[in-house]
Each structure stands twice: as structure tokens, then as C-alpha cells.
């Protein structure tokens, strides 16, 4: 898989420094890859974690996280001094819906819906089988 | 994580680590590039009570081409030195392709040919590539030396037919036949990661045109890293066209052993093969240069 372009637009209000915000939203992306892809807890029926090191539990890496393109909408927020509203989390939290919907585009399987994460090559295969099972000939 | 304590050597010759090896055998392990045995005894999974370190063994690292052609390569090279020598671009391009998959370039600086070799990872690059080679390995212990096919020399699990006594000191590798193709590919989860599933190939053409040899080594898909044997023979005699490439990917997933972890599952490894195959062996194919 790769990830061709990823782009963000962006508002929280009145931007005040726009290389800290670009690095809130480039850090956020890179969340939400790994929430979209990696980041799993295993943990067994008698409760004890199976992937308790950063070798199991999966977390992208620079080579996994796009080049991000950024634009700002600057909405003033009404009720704050300067009309800025809070930057850091916008990054991460469209992530996951927004490269399950890509995945289902770009793997066109009809009756495919992505509707969890993370979005691992193995659960993909056991989805993308059962919907092609299911598929009407 | 700190390893349970340990007594360390470093001699400074085989012979003279071949002599603490032979009076410690069973207690003592080998150290090379410690890339995977240092991990493990962090992790307390390993506990040798004594550590052979060759690192310091000058005559164990090297790549020299023969007459014929072919490499000997010291079992202590490192495996960024193979992954830029020419020699080895020239005489083994299988070797030359498989060298960036293996793990990062950090590890790479450190972690030798012959300690992923002698290792037998079954999800390791090396012990998969040696075998679609047909490259044969050089061990020496209390009775001399002897060479190993690179078939005959993964047993199972971390398993090898190196004696207890006994070190792994050089790598042979014969040249590429002419009209040879060859390909890598495997499928991590992230680059440098555990691969889930890979094949190297080589295949080699006769004068007719058709498939006259062909070898698939496989990782990852059994408890050792092993030859698609069935595959490999069903490729011989037919033109290497698409339709063979699937046939081969069929018998290879029917072949394997897989396990499943955290994550792949047996299935979905099954399926990988039959992916990687049919596309290594196309790649393969589409590389050997007509010269006919």
C-alpha cells in the first residue's frame, strides 16, 4: 500500500504561529496512520498483553507517514480573546474513517464496508474475502 | 533489558575460537553482528553462560570471486558490505536485490552474513535466498572442515546441521548461469519489519528457450526457512509464461507449513505465496536477457 497524497485543510480560528500549527498537524497525521493501519492492543483471554514491545505493537515510522499538504480557513472563534481555537488534535481524528473509505475506493469490492480499524493487510484479506463470498454472482 | 550474566571471549583467530568452542560447546554461543542474539538475551529468551565474540577474527570476513567466477564470502563480512560490493552485484544479483530487505540500515552495519545464516531464522531474508542459490556453506569444527548444501543445512526452528562444536566460516556461491533471471519480494508490515511472507527465485532458461532450472526459497510460510521443491519442478520444461507462474504459485501454497501470529494468520500467509510467487517468478522471468 501506499499512500499517494494526503491533504488538509484546516481552521482553528486565527492562526498565530503557522510553522507550530503545521507541526500540530503533521504530528496528528502521523497519529492517525498509525491508529488507520498499526496501532492494536492484543490482549489474551486471561487478560495478559501479546504485543507488550514496540517490535509487535506496530507504530509508523517516517517511511510509513505521507508528505502532507496544508491549507487554513481561519474562522475567528467568537468567545476567545484572540479567536483562536485549540490545533493540536484535528490531525488524528478524520484519519481512520477517511483511509478506510480510500481502501474501500481503491479496492472496489462491491458490498466492501471498512467499518474498524486498524486497517491490517490480515483483517483486510479475511474482509475482502468475506465480501467477495457474499457477493451476488 | 539487561542479559543474565555471562562470560566473554574474544579470541582473536578461528582456530583459537574453535578451541574455546570445543571445550564449552553446549554452554557457549557464537557471537557475530549480535543483531538477533543480543536481542534475545536482552529479553532473557537466550541465556548462554559463555559468549564467543569473532568479532575480532579478521580472516572470517572477505568476499573473494573465483576463476569460475563464483564468491566465497567470510561468514563475518557484513551485510552492508555485501549489499554494495560489486562482486556481488556482478556474480550473484539474487544475493544483490535481497540485501535492503533485511531489516534497517543500522543492522545492517553491524549484522553478517553468516550470523543470519547461521541463526536460521525462518523469517529472515538470507536463509531463504542462500537456498534459491544454491549456495553451500563452510563449517569448521574438532575433524576439520566440511561444506554444507544450503538444502541440507536448515532443520527446523532456529535449527541447523552445524555441530555443537563447530563454526559456520565462509559462504559459497556460484556465479548466475547465463539466461538466468532472479527476483526478491517479500510483504512486511512496515519496511525492515518481519516479513509476513517472501520468495527469492531463480530461474534459468535453456537454449530452447524453455525453463531448464528453477529454485524458489521460501521465509516465513514453515518452522524453517525451505525450497518450494513442487513448484520449482512444475516451472522446468514450460516457457514461464503467466499461466506457469500461477500454476508454480498454486503448488508452492500447498507446500508450505504456515503458522499464524499476531500478525497473519496460517490462511492469509497461504495467500501471500501465492501472490509473491506468481509475481517473483514473473519478475524473474521478465529479467533474463535474450541473448539467444
Redesign the interface.
Known amino acids: 500500500m501506499q499512500i499517494r497524497d494526503y491533504v488538509v485543510v484546516h481552521d482553528c480560528g486565527r492562526v498565530i504561529n503557522p510553522l507550530i500549527l503545521d507541526g500540530q498537524i503533521h504530528g496528528g497525521v502521523a497519529q492517525g496512520v498509525g491508529n488507520a493501519f498499526f496501532e492494536h492492543l492484543v490482549v489474551d483471554s486471561a487478560g495478559q498483553l501479546q504485543n507488550a514491545s514496540f517490535m509487535d505493537y506496530l507504530l509508523p515510522t517516517a517511511s510509513d507517514v505521507p508528505r502532507i499538504r496544508i491549507d487554513h480557513v481561519e474562522t475567528p472563534a467568537a468567545d476567545t480573546p484572540l479567536g483562536v481555537k485549540g490545533a493540536g488534535e484535528a490531525g488524528c481524528i478524520p484519519t481512520g474513517a477517511l483511509f478506510a473509505q480510500a481502501v474501500e475506493d481503491a479496492l472496489g469490492i462491491e458490498g466492501l464496508e471498512l467499518l474498524e480499524i486498524p486497517l491490517s493487510p490480515n483483517r483486510l484479506f479475511e474482509l475482502a474475502r468475506g465480501a467477495r463470498e457474499e457477493a451476488p454472482e | 533489558m539487561k542479559p543474565p550474566v555471562f562470560e566473554y571471549h574474544a579470541p582473536g583467530s578461528t582456530d583459537e575460537a574453535l578451541a574455546l568452542l570445543g571445550e564449552h560447546a553446549w554452554e557457549a554461543k557464537i557471537l557475530a553482528g549480535g543483531q538477533s542474539l543480543v536481542p534475545a538475551m536482552n529479553f532473557r529468551l537466550a541465556s548462554p553462560a559463555i559468549l564467543i565474540d569473532i568479532n575480532g577474527v579478521d580472516e572470517l570476513s572477505g568476499i573473494e570471486t573465483a576463476a569460475d567466477g563464483s564468491l566465497r564470502i567470510g561468514a563475518m563480512t557484513r551485510q552492508n558490505v555485501v549489499e554494495s560490493s560489486d562482486q556481488v552485484r556482478a556474480a550473484a544479483p539474487l544475493l544483490h536485490k535481497a540485501m535492503p530487505w533485511i531489516a534497517h540500515p543500522q543492522i545492517r552495519a553491524r549484522g553478517t552474513l553468516g550470523g543470519s545464516i547461521a541463526h536460521a531464522d525462518p523469517a529472515a531474508e538470507l536463509p531463504a535466498v542462500m537456498l534459491a542459490l544454491g549456495a553451500e556453506f563452510h563449517a569448521r569444527g574438532p575433524s576439520g572442515e566440511r561444506a554444507i548444501p544450503a538444502d541440507e543445512f536448515f532443520f527446523g526452528l532456529l535449527m541447523t546441521a552445524l555441530a555443537p562444536d563447530e563454526m559456520l566460516t565462509a559462504i559459497s556461491i556460484p556465479a548466475q548461469a547465463p539466461r538466468s533471471g532472479t527476483a526478491f519480494v517479500e510483504?512486511a508490515?512496515?519496511?525492515?519489519?518481519y516479513a509476513?511472507a517472501g520468495v527469492a527465485v531463480t530461474l534459468t532458461l535453456g537454449s530452447d528457450g524453455t525453463c531448464e532450472s528453477a529454485a524458489l526459497g521460501l521465509l516465513s510460510v514453515s518452522e524453517a526457512p525451505m525450497l518450494a521443491v513442487q513448484a520449482a519442478s512444475a516451472l522446468v520444461g514450460t516457457a514461464v509464461e503467466l499461466s506457469d507462474a500461477e500454476g508454480a504459485a498454486e503448488l508452492a501454497a500447498g507446500e508450505i507449513d504456515p503458522t499464524g501470529d499476531?500478525?497473519?494468520?496460517a490462511?492469509?500467509r497461504r495467500?501471500l505465496v501465492r501472490v509473491l510467487v506468481r509475481r517473483a517468478v514473473v519478475e524473474a522471468r521478465a529479467g533474463i536477457e535474450d541473448r539467444g
Not at chain 2, 262 to 265: E, F, G, K, N, T
Open positions: 510483504f508490515r512496515r519496511h525492515g519489519d509476513l499476531l500478525h497473519a494468520s490462511d492469509y495467500h
